[in-house]
């Protein structure tokens, strides 16, 4: 199961939020939030509120355990650059460009349910006990179904 949260028009640029985000990318989550927290850049603070926040919908809407989640991906794109003007010399004006971000996490769950197992091999069983056995014949000969045989191109022996 996947969970994400998602941050847009993060102060911060696209390129130095991505810095950041390749330091985390396979992770443990819990393993991701140390070395964030660890990490002396400036733009590791919203990526590691991002992943706080995956952390929490993995906990509270799906009942996930952080131990059991694994930072699947980080995305980063650019957001909105704001376009704003510095005065210089002569009364010339410069232009700044406030650059933005948006930052996704996506996290999955390294164990699987107890649920999806269950599930699972309840099919299996299933499937099992409904599959065609093969038929025998009064002589205690075993003979192919009739599917096989249709697709074999096999006939039956006249007895």
């Not at 933005?100 to 099919?123: G, K, M, N």
């Amino acid at each position: 199961m996947n969970v994400r949260a998602t941050a847009k028009f993060v102060g911060t640029s696209s390129r130095k939020v991505g810095l950041a985000a390749a330091l985390i990318r396979g992770q443990k989550a819990t393993e991701a939030v140390t070395v964030l927290r660890h990490t002396p850049q400036r733009a590791t603070e919203p990526v590691g509120k991002v992943l706080a926040s995956a952390i929490a919908n993995a906990e509270n809407n799906y009942n996930l355990r952080a131990t059991n989640l694994v930072v699947e991906s980080v995305l980063v794109g650019p957001g909105r650059t704001l376009k704003r003007f510095r005065p210089r010399a002569q009364g010339r004006a410069y232009p700044v460009r406030k650059r933005s971000s948006h930052i996704t996490v996506v996290l999955r769950d390294e164990a699987p349910s107890r649920a999806a197992t269950h599930i699972q091999s309840a099919a299996a069983v299933q499937s099992a006990t409904v599959s065609n056995p093969p038929a025998t014949k009064a002589d205690g000969a075993v003979t192919k179904p009739a599917k096989r045989q249709a697709a074999t191109g096999e006939t039956k022996e006249a007895n």
